[in-house]
């Protein structure tokens, strides 16, 4: 029987295969002409298998989006006693991760692949943007317990969500002219920290009033 470390490696190994497959079919075909049956023999697995995973075709693209919103809020709601939900926010946005904190990774290659993968599918689109409501939503849930439950905490709410899409954004952007370096990733995260701290600084007039 195998180890869980090693099974665990080979269950990342599989997702990773799966995901290159998907990604070089989609670059080549856009994602809508490309069945999930085609992704699993690209990646020498069941279709089955791809569904295991992913369970829809869009979680090929979409998985880690989710994952970076799910921690992002895990570590609001763990923040400790005491400290605001804006700041708790800050606090995990600007810290250096990905290509942010080393823009020579490998996997600076694929997103300007991605990037046009998603500029090109509606399903995509949709899907982003499904995220990013459902990120806002949560936030807001968060955000009523300071707040009250009124068109601020929505307005905060969208505001900070809207600040991590317009960083995925800009990185995509910089890695498909070939432009990701130290240099921006200190510019973009400070850029995000001024950010968030004008919706803080609103917050705080709005206080005082």
């Keep these: ?3 869980p470390g090693l099974r665990e490696r080979k ?3 599989t997702r990773q295969r799966i995901t290159e497959a998907a ?3 989609f670059a080549e075909r856009g994602f809508e002409q490309v069945p999930v049956a085609d992704i699993a023999a690209a990646a020498d697995v069941s279709t089955a298998t791809v569904f295991n995973y992913f369970p829809v075709k869009e979680d090929l693209i979409y ?3 989710a994952a970076f919103n799910e921690r ?3 570590a609001v709601r763990d923040r400790p006693a005491g400290q605001r939900v804006v700041s708790a926010f800050r606090e995990y946005v600007v810290q250096p991760r990905g290509v942010l904190a080393d823009p020579g990774s490998p996997v600076l290659a694929g997103l300007s692949r991605i990037a046009r993968i998603v500029r090109d599918s509606p399903s995509l689109q949709a899907r982003e943007r499904l995220e990013a409501d459902r990120a806002v939503t949560a936030l807001r849930e968060l955000l009523v317990e300071e707040l009250g439950d009124d068109l ?4 905060v709410a969208s505001a900070l969500v ?3 899409r317009g960083m995925t954004r800009e990185v995509q952007r910089a890695a498909a002219e070939g432009r990701v370096d130290a240099r921006l990733a200190k510019r973009l995260l400070t850029d995000a920290g001024a950010a968030i ?3 803080e600084a609103g917050l705080a007039g709005s206080a005082d009033a």
């Design 197 to 199: 701290d004008v919706v």
């Design 23 to 25: 990604i070089v079919l």
């Design 72 to 74: 992002l809020l895990a």
């Design 1 to 3: 029987m195998a180890e």
């Design 152 to 155: 601020r905490s929505w307005s």
């Design 162 to 164: 809207g600040t991590t």
């Design 11 to 13: 269950k990342q190994e």
């Design 63 to 65: 998985d880690g989006m």
